[in-house]
């Protein structure tokens, strides 16, 4: 895979808010004593199973929320739900993978720097979720590297989710370091939120821009 053209939107809130739609199984992670959120739009490009050539892979636009944890001693993300073009995907995803995909009608173009995203989920029986935005790279730096909010979103190299029959699955995930910068961001609309189940937040976000990196996830397998 190769995630291209991603925004990082990351909102501090209580931990004991976040946490109360964790998995037993899991513990919140926080930075300066906040639990975030965070909203990620990208698109997954060349989306193909490991030998298979690039050039037979596909491109999917996605949309995640995602969170926080440290399980036994290892920095993760919690994914809530991820939105994704293609029926197909999406399917295969939750049979195979466990993990909390929706079906949902994506365009992400970018013209010069600067993206536009819009996302409406379609599937079947699932809570509403829209979001639309636009953003881009900024001038200045993003402070990196260990103990700086930037290391503390990006570099994770595990993922959970909940299956539905209730146990929690894992994947590991391999990939460079994300060039960073700051974003020039405009959120038009979003209701990921409030599709699982949080009230929107009332603190300002901080956005980080990334051209990508690319991953190789393993199986999931159960916790």
Known sequence: MHWRELL??????????????????????????DAWLSVVPFTNAAVRPRGVPER?????????????????GTPSVY????????IAGVLG???FHHLPYYYARITHESRGHRNRFVNHRRHPGARPADFRASYEPA???????????????????????????????YSNVSHDRWPLS???????????????????PESEPVHFYSPGVRIAASASRQR
């Not at 892979?57 to 926080?68: A, M, Q």
């Not at 994914?79 to 293609?86: H, K, Q, R, Y």
């Not at 700051?182 to 929107?200: K, M």
């Open 8 to 33: 990082f939107a990351n909102w501090p809130l209580p931990p004991e808010t976040v946490a109360a739609h964790l998995p037993d199984a899991l513990d919140l992670d926080t930075y300066d004593g």
């Open 56 to 72: 037979f892979g596909v491109d999917l636009p996605e949309l995640n929320l995602r969170t926080y944890v440290d399980v036994d």
């Open 79 to 86: 994914f809530f739900s991820l939105d994704a073009e293609g």
């Open 93 to 95: 995803a939750r049979l």
């Open 139 to 169: 001038d200045g730096e993003v402070e990196t590297g260990p103990g700086t909010l930037a290391d503390f979103v990006t570099e994770r190299y595990r993922f959970y989710t909940e299956a539905p029959d209730g146990s929690v699955r």
């Open 182 to 200: 700051p974003a020039d961001v405009t959120i038009e609309e979003n209701s990921l939120f409030r599709a699982n189940g949080f009230a929107d």
